[in-house]
């Protein structure tokens, strides 16, 4: 905790926050996630303030994190004005939110950690949600798919089979078998595209329909993909992008995310 303690607080009440509010967070943070590796805490604030539940800053930092299936290869976080229940938390009971609070964070993840989180259900849902959500916002794409790789890929209820994803220069791929129950493409989609981020949109610029991963680096190779091309998608108004930057090696991304009770 802070080294700034408040002069007119109880000393009872400062060693009793002093040992069971980190042990509460701590223990907090990690039922959040399924692994957490090197989890640094630090928690900042006058006793005066934290004895009324008010936490005026949280800083977390780890290492190889997995947050719902997907794995995050460093993680670096503040939060702050956090509202909790102190008073139930001293009697012993879980630490729980009571209100919105932001978060400022910078979050890693490798090549690997995005594979190796495809078979989380979060990855998943949100990769074909971005999919149907390119079907149902760009209307000309319909066709240029249907004349491609015919029908199924259209279907309301397709899923991703064998998935992969791969990482450029500011540019990402992803590679996918469209699937419907009882029936799975004899050939995968295979989309790259370069990607900014700006608040809450992510751009597309220059995507194209690729024959292999491996062409994504290539701008001589692949088809442009006209009506895609600007095209953005919005995350929601919690999140909030100051930075994206892609490497063959990672992914790193930095902003702003509104934490709900």
Not at 166 to 187: H, I, R
Not at 192 to 208: C, H, I, M, V, Y
């Amino acid at each position: 905790m802070g080294e700034n303690a408040d002069s007119h607080s109880s000393a009872g009440g400062s060693r009793l926050i002093g040992r069971v509010l980190p042990v509460a967070v701590r223990l907090w943070l990690l039922s959040q996630v399924e692994q957490a590796d090197d989890l640094s805490l630090q928690l900042e604030g006058r006793d005066r303030d934290i004895l009324t539940g008010y936490l005026p800053k949280v800083t977390v930092s780890a290492e190889q994190a997995v947050y719902r299936g997907i794995r995050l290869g460093q993680v670096q976080l503040s939060a702050m004005d956090i509202r909790i229940n102190l008073g139930q938390v001293i009697r012993g009971k879980p630490l729980r939110l009571l209100r919105k609070f932001p978060v400022l964070g910078k979050v890693a993840l490798t090549a690997d950690d995005l594979n190796a989180s495809l078979v989380s259900p979060l990855l998943a849902e949100g990769l074909e949600n971005f999919w149907k959500s390119l079907l149902r916002q760009t209307p000309a794409l319909v066709p240029i798919v249907a004349a491609r790789y015919g029908q199924l890929p259209l279907q309301s209820d397709m899923s991703f089979g064998r998935s992969q994803i791969c990482l450029g220069d500011q540019s990402l791929g992803l590679s996918f078998y469209p699937q419907v129950p009882g029936e799975t493409a004899a050939n995968p989609i295979i989309l790259g595209t370069q990607l900014t981020a700006s608040e809450n949109l992510l751009r597309l610029e220059s995507p194209r329909w690729l024959e292999t991963l491996d062409d994504l680096n290539n701008p001589a190779k692949g088809v442009l993909i006209k009506p895609l091309d600007g095209f953005q998608w919005n995350l929601g108004k919690d999140v909030q992008l100051t930075r994206l930057t892609l490497s063959p090696q990672q992914l790193v991304c930095q902003g702003k995310l509104s934490v709900n009770p």
